[in-house]
């Protein structure tokens, strides 16, 4: 076997693999609110109504670091009345490393939110836990798929300015 099989390539090069670390993570912003407290505390015989939005932003610090930032809002309603809101944008510094120009966008968007997503989980649901209310735990996000939503999104509003044109 030649050294291009054995290694993979026809130059004879080591693959690298794509490298990420965490330099750092923090709060940015926390909020939460509850409203109509002492009443949105009592029992209720039916469970409220919980809504989560999910969003998630990138700014280059550098040619190989980014400051990738989650957001998360939930609120919890009941018949009309708001029992709580909390609103959580958790960011963190990455180091990307040995990732193509063109997957670079994709990377940071898909891979930094996940790697800071379980902790903005615990965050919310320390916080709802001590907001008086059981403890919020967000279910787990597919950042590929919606990564590949916000994309479709983009495109469509982008060929909807053409068509206008």
Known sequence: MSDATENGSAAGEQMQLPGLRILAQYIKDLSFENPNAPDSLRPREKAPEINV?????ATPLSESEFEAELTLNATATSEDSTLFNVELLYAGIFSISNVPQEQLH?????????????????????????????????DPIDFAMLYRQRMME??????????EQ
Request: proline share 10%; aromatic share 8%.
């Open 106 to 138: 994709p990377f940071v968007m898909i891979e930094c939110p996940r790697m800071l997503f379980p902790f903005a989980r615990q965050i919310i649901s320390d916080a709802t836990m001590r907001g008086g209310f059981p403890p919020l735990n967000v």
């Open 154 to 163: 983009m495109a469509a509003q982008e060929q909807a300015k053409q068509t």
């Open 53 to 57: 939005q999910i969003n998630v932003n």
